[in-house]
């Protein structure tokens, strides 16, 4: 560690009981998921409170389903969640990153006096710092790119049925890579849908899979070059407490009357569009229109909103919102529709310019099913970032390049250093924990990679030195970016704490206290 000069730093002892709970707090949670970081992390055994266990490795299920207490903690299960949302992987080492940052900033603050406004200022320049090194070594990547294969490899290959999850995500990125309908940038995340059935083989099919029980036997269970609209209208009937407040006989039959005539119109207005197939988001559907509808051979389907907004982007179709744009609506036109009556599922196929994939995930039970499924999920989403912000030598070698880049920075002293160092101890973290995960001694094979370039790291399966991004373990340099920032803006809240008190909510406010004003008890 490199000596600071502290003494030209104005420093103050504070209070620091909080932290050190705090600190604590923090880091009993990330000791529970810090072995699960990299190819050889190990896998925990979760019990809910119905005794239903199951066995995980992944770093956001376990976060997210720690029962914790402490405020505090719960800010890290925040990192993990915030992760997540954003990235879809990284969670593992955005939760070792904050605990790492945090602490490395206790022990200066606890240890040295060093005020926290102080460190957490450094942090901010060494936060910056980092992430404008991380996007001047991304190498950009297109779909065309052989590396896309392999960032996907280094996210989901390890893990269970790592290889069949991979051939599962790669098949599903090939697909698109091979659609005609390249008007515009495929967005992995949208245009490949996942669903989780235990029961059912894995499947990747080129089109949209639709969950639904249904069963009329007017209806052909299959349809060629069949037209499709999309429709979110208002298609309620005439409900009976309604028509029985109307104490009038002629008014009820003249409501009536007026409902089946509007009926009539849209239902001829949906079949002048030539559609075979009608995808409507309704809360009730007029029993009389499905009825007319299905007479017309047209397939009335009820989809959820979400499910609405997905076909919409998979088919690249309008939403027709109004009765008197039915007949103005696009008719888009899929190669055929298939039900399973048995699986209870509807294949819709694209046609060549059509780029939507679903991914049926199977396993043998629903907990494997599961597990398999956030596999696919941390495949997709790393080759999203990958082609969004490029690609980075995984491995915790880039990290490790970018913790020496920083400490060159911080040697030139002045009050900023400590706070930049804080975040170079904690990117040499992220090498150090594989290494020890997988059973190596971390700082022997790290000193020898120090004199190396940025790319170089350990092959955790060769158990060899080797330059990451030639042996193919990539990472994005996206999910790297959002795990730091992340793992910062928590650490820099928790630092500056230096008391918790107990607050009322704002609605027990005490009486003549403005909303805004603070209200706390000690
Ligand atoms: P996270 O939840 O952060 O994604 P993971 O358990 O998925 O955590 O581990 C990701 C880390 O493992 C990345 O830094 C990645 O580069 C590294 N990794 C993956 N495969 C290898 C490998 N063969 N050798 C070394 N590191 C690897
Ligand atoms: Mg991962």
Request: avoid cysteine.
């Given at each position: 560690m490199v000596e600071h000069n502290v003494s030209n730093i104005q420093t103050q002892k504070i209070e620091n009981t909080a932290l050190e709970n705090n600190c604590a707090a923090v880091l009993s949670i990330a000791d529970t998921v810090r072995t699960t970081l990299g190819p050889k992390g190990l896998d925990k055994l979760l019990v809910d409170e119905l005794g239903n266990r199951f066995i995980t490795n992944d770093g956001a299920t376990i976060m997210l389903s720690i029962k914790t207490i402490h405020p505090v903690a719960k800010m890290v299960v925040e990192i993990a969640d915030r992760q997540e949302a954003k990235s879809g992987d990284g969670t593992t080492t955005a939760v070792v990153l904050a605990a790492e940052m945090l602490k490395e900033g206790k022990r200066l603050i606890t240890d040295?006096?060093?005020?926290p406004t102080l460190i957490v200022r450094g942090m901010e320049i060494g936060i910056q710092r980092s992430i404008e090194l991380l996007k001047q070594m991304a190498v950009k990547i297109d779909i065309?790119?052989?590396r896309l294969a392999q960032v996907i490899t280094t996210a989901a290959g390890s893990r269970m049925d790592g290889d069949q999850v991979v051939s599962l995500v790669s098949e599903a990125v090939s697909l698109l890579k091979n659609s005609?309908?390249?008007k515009r940038m495929i967005n992995f995340k949208k245009s490949i849908l996942l669903i989780n059935k235990p029961e059912l083989e894995d499947l990747v099919f080129d089109g949209f899979v639709l969950q639904r029980q249904f069963h009329d036997p007017?209806?052909?269970n299959q349809l060629h070059n069949v037209g499709v609209i999309l429709a979110k209208m208002d298609l309620k009937e005439s409900r009976e407490s309604w028509t029985m407040e109307m104490k009038n006989y002629d008014d009820v039959v003249r409501m009536k009357e007026n409902q089946a005539r509007i009926t009539k119109e849209i239902s001829d207005s949906i079949c002048r569009t030539g559609a075979g197939i009608l995808f409507i988001s309704s809360p009730q559907v007029d029993e009389l229109l499905l009825s007319n509808l299905l007479v017309k051979n047209i397939l009335p389907i009820h989809v959820s909103n979400e499910e609405l907004l997905t076909i919409a982007y998979a088919f690249d179709m309008q939403v027709i919102r109004r009765k008197e744009d039915i007949e103005r609506g696009t008719v888009v036109t899929i190669k055929s529709m298939c039900y399973d009556e048995e699986k209870g599922l509807f294949f819709f196929e694209n046609l060549a310019q059509q780029n939507v994939v679903t991914i049926i995930i199977g396993g043998a039970t629903k907990v494997t099913s599961q597990e398999r499924w956030r596999s696919v999920k941390d495949g997709i989403s790393a080759a999203q970032s990958a082609l969004n912000d490029g690609i980075v030598a995984g491995g915790g070698a880039v990290e490790l390049c970018i913790s020496e880049k920083l400490k060159e920075k911080s040697l030139n002293g002045g009050v900023e250093s400590l706070g930049i160092e804080v975040v170079a101890h904690a990117l040499s973290s992220i090498m150090r924990q594989i290494l020890t995960n997988a059973g190596f001694s971390a700082f022997e094979k790290m000193t020898e990679i120090r004199?190396?370039?940025?790319?170089?790291?350990?092959n955790i399966n060769t158990g060899k030195i080797e330059n990451m991004l030639e042996a193919g373990v990539i990472d994005s340099a996206g999910i790297k970016i959002n795990a730091l920032k992340s793992a910062a803006e928590i650490v820099k809240a928790v630092l500056r704490i230096d008391r918790i008190l107990i607050a009322h909510s704002p609605h027990n406010a005490?009486?003549?206290?403005?909303?805004?004003?603070p209200n706390l008890k000690g």
């Open positions: 040295m006096g060093i005020h065309e790119d052989a005609k309908g390249k007017q209806i052909s004199n190396k370039s940025g790319e170089y790291g350990i005490v009486v003549g206290k403005s909303a805004n004003e």
